[in-house]
């Protein structure tokens, strides 16, 4: 049975990071058009420095290890409202995925699922008000129903793709109100980068 272990998860990190810098200037026009054009400087920085403090663990650290190590990096990387909220996401998957050296791939689901939780959570938002929450509770409800990767993947990028018909209601972006109608939530568009990446790299064939 594929695992997703404590390495192949440190990985997942480097990809994401990779991923964030390779989308940071097209993340940071989005948010010039609704935002302050740094979104994507703050999701690089973030993933950056989760990625570099997972590396940096020592071989028996666990998944959980893994996860919090990520969480402590990215907040204190990122002073933007993504910092609290990545940071969250990461501890409550740590937390399902516990003090463990592998979960089999069937259950990564579930840490997406932990993921959109924490965030909801601490942000406050609710699907329908553009932010990243209406890609992550899609992502979500997906998982809890038992869809597998690619299937959670394709409903965070449709709950991203939705907001561009969304006012919003929360956030820098509110300011705009009905301006801020056509264009994608960049926080929602980072969101479904990341699920993508999440869903490829734990695949059973990404996480053997």
Known sequence: MAELTSAGLVATFAVLADRMRAERDALCRLDGVIGDADHGIAMEQGMAAAAGATAALTPDATLQDVF?????????????????????????????AGPRAAIPVAETPALIAAMAEGIA??????P????????????????????????????????????ADMVATLGRAARLGERSRGH???????????????????SPAGAA
Do not use: C, H
């Not at 907040?75 to 940071?87: D, E, K, M, R, T």
């Not at 959570?121 to 609710?126: D, L, Q, S």
């Not at 890609?135 to 597998?148: E, F, H, N, V």
């Not at 980072?190 to 790299?201: C, H, T």
């Open 68 to 96: 919090n190590a990520a969480a402590k990096a990215f907040l204190n990387a990122v002073g933007a409202s993504s910092g609290p909220l990545y940071a969250t996401a990461f501890l409550r998957a740590g937390k399902v």
């Open 121 to 126: 959570a601490r942000g406050k938002a609710e």
């Open 128 to 163: 329908g008000q553009k932010t990243m929450i209406d890609a992550w509770a899609p992502a979500a409800g997906a998982a809890l129903r038992g869809a597998d990767l690619r299937a959670i993947a394709a409903a965070a990028e449709a709950g991203a793709a939705a907001t």
């Open 184 to 202: 994608k939530d960049p926080g929602a568009v980072s969101a479904a980068m990341i699920v993508a990446v999440l869903a490829g790299e734990w």
